[in-house]
């Protein structure tokens, strides 16, 4: 059974601070690794997609990964308010065979107050 | 450039009935997978399409199952349905081809409840 794990949370820091989201994943294998938004009673939105080891950057956004500590995780400089939200992280099934199927963790919701 | 779309937005169903969920994907993609979200869960994958074939399933079981059509499009259907199959159900599109880097993009959902 492939799992992805996420601290649940809630994860609450103030407004301008720096939130860290965690998440590991069981597949060796995995080759992808994706990071979705999910405001309340909407659907995910992507944000940020990382392949390679190391950090990758877009706006106040930071994706890092490590392929060998099975660890990804999301930084989001300079907290807003309009980031609360849930945070889902998603990995791509290893194998010529796995096309595009992702497997999600359960989420971490995130709430940045004033 | 029009989004991936869903419909209905909402759907109430009864126990033992079946439904029909339906998705366009983004422009310029051919490849459409359908996830279930239940409250406060990330999605679990059901199945994906590509080329009018169900290229990847799930742990679902045979009441569910789908269709693509020609133009991309796809439906989702659930028979004899459950309580158990209250949930959000969400399409997303991307690229076919490319493996493993795919990126997923979802359309607004179908919320179904069952009574």
């Known amino acids: 059974q492939k799992e992805v794990e996420q601290n649940s949370g809630p994860l609450s820091v103030p407004e301008g601070a720096i939130a860290s989201l965690n998440c590991t994943y069981s597949d060796r294998g995995s080759q992808s690794f994706f990071w979705y938004r999910q405001y309340s009673g909407k659907s995910p939105e992507l944000i940020m997609s990382?392949?390679?080891?190391g950090d990758k950057e877009d706006g106040r956004f930071t994706a890092q990964l490590n392929k060998a500590s099975q660890y990804v995780s999301l930084l989001i400089r300079d907290s807003q308010p309009s980031d609360s939200a849930t945070y889902l992280c998603?990995?791509?099934?290893?194998?010529?065979?796995?096309?595009?199927?992702?497997?999600f963790g359960q989420g971490t919701i995130l709430t940045v107050h004033p | 450039d029009a989004g991936v779309t869903q419909s209905p937005t909402h759907l109430i169903k009864t126990r033992g009935q079946q439904v029909t969920l339906r998705c366009s994907p983004k422009s310029g993609h051919d490849t459409v997978s359908w996830y279930q979200q239940a409250l406060g869960q990330g999605p679990q994958f059901i199945f994906q399409y590509y080329e009018e074939e169900e290229r990847q399933r799930g742990n679902f079981p045979d009441r569910f199952s789908g269709h693509q059509f020609p133009n991309y499009s796809s439906e989702l259907n659930v028979n004899a349905l459950l309580l158990g199959d209250s949930a959000l159900y969400l399409c997303a599109s991307s690229l076919g081809a490319g493996g493993d880097y795919n990126e997923q993009f979802f359309g607004p959902g179908t919320r179904l409840t069952v009574l």
């Open positions: 990382i392949y390679s080891n």
């Open positions: 998603a990995v791509n099934d290893a194998g010529g065979t796995s096309y595009g199927k992702l497997t």
